[in-house]
């Protein structure tokens, strides 16, 4: 019978995780082939195509953005080598093997947090684990960083940031404990903490390593001396093993972009959502975690009183947990990319919020009530209305479309191109040919070339970058969207005779230097000649 329970119980779970995080199918699977759902996807999977064909790589520079500079980006190789792995395991099923585990990777990773956080709320008997459970499979934002088609870092980061706090915290539960289980249970939990914090830390140097000081600083306000307890050793050493191993693969130092200043770092980061403010007035907050939010400093407050009077075990966790929790929140408020942690971070720590409340009937029935924001939003979502459901057709047109054009820059040889920056990643990827612009930050030296060149009404200027980069093909798009972005970057007015337009509406008055090559409905494509 029990056995059966938990069959029912993986089986009601995974299925909840699964649906919601593949509930953008059809943006993703659209005429027989994969799109990604961020430019960022296209030029991770960009680096997973490098790993594939020089096996052992480490990509430590991006020539595909930025070109010819390029770029030294921050991001490492597990999730690399983690998406080239399940590309193998999928090649005998499928001819796109590689894109395929692209899009599915995060949705895996989405699924394994879910178990992980079920078999561990069930081993920490929470009365009320099924409302973490429940918050996590279906919170909108935690949905969006392990979606389908969204090969990011996050979803990677997310779970082994999940399993290193219940590690931590399940390590704290037993500390008053000598017995010879208990010992042996702490030496497995701090195992499980090190390895996942080292990582995390490896996987991205900023949100883990943040919160990992956190937990430091926490562990060393209750008691410093458990920081350097017998039975944490092993987990400091696999720790330090994995740090050490990670900067040897690497070969570079941490780059923080929240250090990045410049007008140009700061005109392209407001249009960035991930790095966008998200003030406590905001009503996002309930879109992401219900009314529930709205009641978690009352519980707090009745929990600390409860804990107060408890055993010190208990009152170390709970202020191990609301601490991270308090900062992953103010983190939230100043960059929005935080959400994914605090989210998660909530989700753990709801079992502990409820806790203190002995009516079962009635925390289930407010939890019900408490999540009809997030209904609310997957209502929108599956159901959207006819304004949203055209701007969806027409995003998977234009992107079928942009692909087509891709297509005719494929070429043994390097061909650069110029295209706008948002969808620079993507052609990149679809033609093999590197671009000027990119994405990321580190490539902001190419994204203001392109949106000078774009904005140029001196034709003379515009030749001049483009023999600068090397470029071999242009890319126009929609010069509406093109001119009000690229002044955006560069903290301009728009110009009257911006070159966009030219390129976008009438190709008859182009420069000379460049010939007119294809279009289709997303764009049109010139290729860069000798002619003044």
Sequence with gaps: MRGTCVVIEIAILSALVLATRCANYQDVFVAGNVYFTDADCYARMTRVRMCQQHPGLIVRHHNFENYPRGTTPHTTAPLDYL???LSILLKPFTVHATDLAGAFISPLLGLLGGWFLWWWSKLMKFRYRWALLILYAISPILVHATELGRPDHQSLSILLV??????????????????DAIHDSRI??????????GLAIWVSLYEPLVLFLIVLATRGLQDRH?????????GWILFAAIITFAFVVERRGPQLSIFHSGELFRNWSRSIGELARVWPANSIWFHWAGYMIAVAPLLIWVLARERNNGAPGGRA????ILALLLATYCFTIWQARWAY?????????LPLLLEPLKSRTAVWIAFALSIFPILGDWDERLWP????????????????????????????????????????PSIAYWSGQPGVAGSSHESLEGVGDSARFFLAEDWGMARVILGEHKVTWVLAYDSERVARNSAAVLGVAVPRQALCSVLDRTSAQV??????????????????????
């Design 317 to 320: 966790q709970a202020i191990f």
């Design 341 to 349: 942690f605090f989210m998660s971070i909530f989700a753990i720590a």
């Design 188 to 197: 497995a939990w701090s195992t499980l903490s090190g390895v996942a914090w």
């Design 385 to 424: 209305n006819e304004t949203e459901y055209g701007r969806r057709v027409e995003q998977r047109n234009e992107s079928v479309q942009l692909r087509d054009l891709a297509i005719n820059l494929k070429s043994s040889e390097a061909h650069p191109f110029l295209a706008p920056w948002w969808i620079s």
């Design 511 to 532: 420069p000379r230097f460049l010939a007119f090559s294809a279009q289709n409905g997303a764009g049109k494509l010139y290729r860069v000649g000798n002619n003044r």
């Design 226 to 234: 458990l920081l350097f307890a017998k039975d944490r050793r092993i």
């Design 83 to 85: 998406i080239l792995t």
């Design 162 to 179: 999940t399993i290193a706090i219940c590690a931590e915290w399940t390590w704290q539960g037993g500390s008053s404990r000598k017995t």
